[in-house]
């Protein structure tokens, strides 16, 4: 699976997202865990009283994907998909 993507200076007009390998989709996109991840953290109830979330964030000399705060945590998060399918 291909999603057109219009931005200049690229070799190709299209990202690739997925594959069928038989009939298990594989995902292809490494940015994919993270967005699912930051809806998921916005709508669901599991980190209580979140009120504020930022992406690529640094700590020292570390970066880390998401920073989150609730009422009463401040943490780091980081998101790892696998796109490796054997």
């Known amino acids: ?3 057109e993507c219009d931005h ?3 070799k190709t007009k299209f990202d690739l ?3 069928w390998k038989g009939e298990r989709l594989v995902n292809m ?3 994919a865990p993270n967005r699912v991840f930051r809806e998921w953290a916005q709508t669901s109830d599991f980190f209580k009283g979140l009120r504020l ?3 690529e964030q640094t700590y020292k000399n570390s970066r880390f994907d998401f920073y989150l ?3 009463d945590q401040k943490m780091y998060v980081e ?3 696998v796109t490796l399918e054997e």
Request: charged residues 30%.
């Open 79 to 81: 998101v790892k998909g």
């Open 29 to 31: 996109d490494s940015q």
């Open 1 to 3: 699976m291909v999603q």
């Open 17 to 19: 997202i997925s594959v």
């Open 69 to 71: 705060e609730t009422e």
């Open 8 to 10: 200049p200076g690229r």
């Open 53 to 55: 979330i930022k992406a």
